[in-house]
């Protein structure tokens, strides 16, 4: 899933589908594979971003600076989830400004909503919605806004490509990717899928030719697109105290598909077990595991 091949970081998102290493897939089978990670991340919504490990939070927060969110804009978040970035793209619009903030997993939304209104952040909206063809009039955003999602939609060039005539003159696409992946933690991972047909082993990274390769194809396919890019890639450290913590953060994300794959194929304790035969490679001196991988940043002027 990411990095040169496909491979998988300990956060974030493989949603476990079957799609194909590059390109667009027919209409019927896309609608599947969205179908599929909505689910994913529908059952992962009671804990997603809510393990005691900062990560989502970080990228988001990092997304809304990059794209410089100003207050009154009006911003469109595409995979909002628990709101890693709908809260700081909230507070930076103000109450002169709005939020609409889709996705495409109920769960999230209803959870999103409820911290929302604790907050009384008024200024989002949020619904259920489809990042590829968004609900949304054309012209009139700031900001189009999406942290660690639009690898996961089927036709990811033809949305990105989209959201340009969604954005007001002189307004952004901002989003966020995988860019490099930690290789301690490949061995690790290797496992997790040994078991699995290589067609499961989802990505991150929808493929190595394509946009989400590097930070150049990412911006030579904007430019290309019509939009004036800017990819900043950052490193970023993840550390979970302890393994039960790193396993139940494991649950809480894309990963899970994987999981809930491997637990329906009865495979899930041996896998499990095989795993944690390597752990030892990526823990820190006082017994933490650590991720240190490179977070994409792209804002890109219309
Ligand atoms: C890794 S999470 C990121 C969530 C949030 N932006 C964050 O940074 O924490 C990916 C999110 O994208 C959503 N998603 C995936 N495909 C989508 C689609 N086609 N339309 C809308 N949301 C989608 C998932 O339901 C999930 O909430």
């Not at 900043?232 to 953060?249: I, N, Q």
Request: proline share 6%; glycine share 10%; aromatic share 8%.
């Amino acid at each position: 899933m990411h990095g040169p091949h496909v491979r998988s970081p300990p956060e974030g998102v493989a949603a476990g589908q079957e799609k194909p290493e590059t390109g667009a897939m027919s209409q019927a089978a896309g609608e599947q594979v969205k179908q599929a990670i909505a689910g994913v991340f529908d059952r992962a919504s009671d804990t997603y971003d809510r393990t005691g490990v900062e990560f989502f939070s970080i990228v988001g927060r990092t997304l809304v600076e990059q794209a410089d969110v100003q207050p009154g804009d009006r911003v469109l978040e595409l995979g909002c989830g628990r709101g890693a970035a709908t809260m700081p793209a909230a507070e930076r619009v103000g109450a002169g400004g709005h939020v609409l903030a889709l996705d495409l997993a109920p769960g999230m939304v209803s959870r999103l909503r409820d911290d929302l209104e604790q907050a009384g952040l008024r200024q989002v909206t949020c619904r259920v919605g489809d990042a590829e063809a968004p609900d949304a009039e054309p012209g009139a955003w700031d900001v189009v806004l999406a942290s660690l999602v639009l690898f996961f939609l089927p036709d990811h060039e033809q949305a990105m490509r989209s959201y340009r005539d969604l954005l007001r003159p002189g307004g952004r696409l901002a989003f966020s990717w995988f860019a490099v992946d930690d290789d301690r933690w490949e061995r690790v991972f290797e496992e997790l899928v040994a078991e699995l047909p290589p067609s499961s082993r989802s990505a991150r990274r929808p493929g190595q030719d394509g946009p989400f390769a590097s930070a150049d194809a990412m911006d030579a396919f904007l430019r290309d697109a019509g939009y004036n890019p800017v990819t900043e890639v950052r490193p970023l450290t993840v550390r979970y105290p302890d393994d039960a913590t790193w396993w139940s953060t494991m649950w809480s994300h894309g990963r899970r598909s994987t999981l809930e794959r491997l637990q329906d194929e009865g495979l899930l304790d041996s896998t499990m077990a095989r795993m944690r035969e390597h752990l030892d490679g990526v823990r820190t001196e006082d017994g933490a595991l650590e991720w240190t991988g490179g977070m994409a940043y792209t804002v890109a002027a219309r």
